[in-house]
């Protein structure tokens, strides 16, 4: 008899590059978990959406201040088509990210990815990169026709920072989809959720009316919401606010959507083991 | 030699239709989460729209009237198209087009409970806008109202069987449902007369019953109000006749698509 097989040796656990993970679920996901990112949507998001939706809220504006004086209607009309032309960004980054948890578990690949060894982070944050592009195409078309139709007047010289204002928004907003997205790891569906919070910001964020007709606990609520914060930066970049005077309203939409970031990755695993133990981890 | 005797169908379209509705109330009782998706944005457009108003007391009817026309509307135009879109990924999409019972009946039962179940949206918003307002608004004649109402919703469920229709035939449902959804709220004035739109889309908004209906009922539960021009009576008519021409169209459609999905086969693709 011969000896016995000597044991093969031992390789040091599979690390799956950050960098790679980022990528191919940057690339990958739209096609797979990401909700309504099918080509006609994302058409329909950038381009159909922000118009209908401004059109809505002018015509509700037009017929209450129907006996009010010209310059009166024209800034209100202003108003709301630039809250609704920001507001649309919900689209893209909270209702289609927030629906990567309900698509795994329909798919059946929410187990292999966690026990997968794919970074998180890289996993995380993959995905939500074409949204931010997204976000940013229907946000820019939203404005783009509160120029062109709704009478919106754009201070000389401010492109650039309403371009900033504009991604920060984008990306902060899809930090808060991805937090919504791990939070309905847990619950039977995201569906709900996504769609509390895809509407809302009409109400909370200031895109239709000023916070401070709100109670004042709900305007305090309204800043942990990225959109808060997007809707006033981009107001202001707007009505001609230099670089200087933006540094708040930046670092308000820029804490947030760290901090909801932060969270989805810091609260993941807490996530993960709420799901395992209700077993709400395999249920849709 | 044997005889071959034939038989008539075991089935009604009432049977089936009350069998559907049964089926979409225990379904909706199963799981009453899936209200919620189609009611939220109807609710939050309530509430916007009655702060645009400034709180003003005359137009709480139109908030009232105009969040619980979206709620039934988001119910029609979701519940329908989900409802065809989820029989299509399970599967059961094509043993129910095979069944001796036509699809129409199927539908027709989902759409009618869909519509009614939008009740519940306007029932919140009456509830937190009349605390909110402190003034329950009041109804000129009841009787009318609640006969407009009933036609109301009759016309949603009309328009609802139409694009069950074309659900089936189509892939794109959802893109129907999610992109159109403010597109329908406008065209339609849910939340503001149609007259005030552009003349050009009046004559476009008079092709959904539900324009007509909604006209009408405002004429019976707002004094004062300025609709379309030639007032109730002419609403009621012609929310009538399109009515009438969109279940025509859907039980020609109906018939159409079942027959070219089946020869075509692509009842699964989805």
């Not at chain 1, 964020?205 to 609520?221: D, H, K």
Request: charged residues 10%.
């Amino acid at each position: 008899m011969g000896a016995w097989p000597t044991a093969a040796p031992t390789r040091a656990p599979y690390r799956s590059r950050f960098w790679r993970t980022l990528w191919t679920n940057a690339i990958v996901a739209p096609k797979t978990t990401l909700g309504f990112m099918r080509i006609d949507f994302v058409l329909g998001e950038i381009f159909v959406i922000p118009l209908t939706q401004m059109v809505f809220f002018v015509f509700v504006v037009a017929f209450s201040y129907a006996g009010a004086s010209a310059s009166e209607i024209a800034e209100q009309i202003s108003y709301v088509a630039i809250g609704n032309a920001v507001a649309t960004v919900a689209y893209a980054s909270i209702f289609s990210v927030c629906q990567t948890t309900d698509s795994e578990k329909q798919l059946g690949t929410m187990e292999h990815l966690l026990v997968s060894p794919a970074n998180r982070t890289a996993l995380y944050f993959g995905r939500g990169f074409v949204p931010i592009l997204i976000s940013i195409g229907s946000v820019t078309m939203g404005l783009v026709y509160a120029v062109l139709f709704f009478g919106v007047t754009v201070a000389p010289g401010s492109e650039l920072v309403i371009a900033v204002s504009v991604t920060l928004t984008a990306f902060s907003m899809v930090g808060f989809g991805l937090l919504l997205g791990g939070v309905a790891l847990y619950l039977r569906t995201s569906i709900v959720l996504g769609n509390i919070f895809l509407f809302i910001g009409l109400l909370v964020s200031g895109v239709n009316f000023p916070i401070s007709s709100l109670p004042y606990p709900v305007q305090v609520a309204s800043y942990a919401f990225p959109l808060t914060w997007g809707v006033a930066a981009i107001r202001s970049a707007i009505g001609g606010t230099g670089l200087a005077g933006m540094e708040v309203l930046w670092l308000g939409l820029a804490l947030s959507g760290l901090a909801a970031y932060g969270l989805s990755i810091a609260l993941w695993g807490t996530f993960e083991h709420r799901a395992m133990t209700t077993g709400s981890i395999a249920r849709f | 030699m044997a005889t071959v005797t034939t038989s008539t169908p075991d089935w009604s379209g009432r049977r089936s239709t009350l069998a559907s509705i049964r089926l979409a109330v225990l379904t909706f009782l199963a799981d009453p989460q899936w209200l919620i998706p189609s009611m939220i944005a109807p609710i939050v457009f309530g509430f916007v729209s009655y702060e645009l108003f400034l709180g003003s007391p005359d137009l709480v009817v139109y908030v009232i009237l105009g969040a619980g026309m979206m709620s039934m509307w988001g119910q029609t135009l979701y519940g329908s198209g989900w409802a065809t879109g989820q029989d299509r990924n399970l599967g059961t999409l094509e043993p129910t087009l095979s069944a001796p019972t036509p699809y129409l009946f199927v539908v027709l039962g989902r759409i009618l409970w869909n519509v009614v179940s939008g009740l519940i949206g306007i029932a919140l918003v009456f509830v937190v806008v009349v605390a909110v307002s402190g003034t329950v608004p009041s109804i000129d004649n009841p009787l009318a109202f609640t006969v407009l109402f009933l036609f109301t919703m009759f016309t949603l469920a009309a328009v609802g069987t139409v694009f069950a229709a074309a659900y089936v035939y189509t892939r794109y449902a959802g893109f129907i449902q999610n992109v159109g959804e403010f597109a329908f709220y406008i065209g339609t004035g849910c939340m503001f007369p149609v007259i005030i739109l552009p003349f050009w889309t009046n004559p476009i908004a008079l092709f959904f019953p539900p324009s007509w209906a909604l006209d009408a009922l405002r004429y019976a539960a707002i004094p004062g109000y300025v609709g379309f021009s030639w007032g109730l009576g002419w609403d009621v008519v012609g929310g009538i006749g399109t009515t009438v021409a969109y279940l025509l169209i859907a039980g020609v459609v109906f018939r159409r698509v079942e027959r070219h999905v089946l020869e075509v086969g692509n009842l699964q693709e989805y």
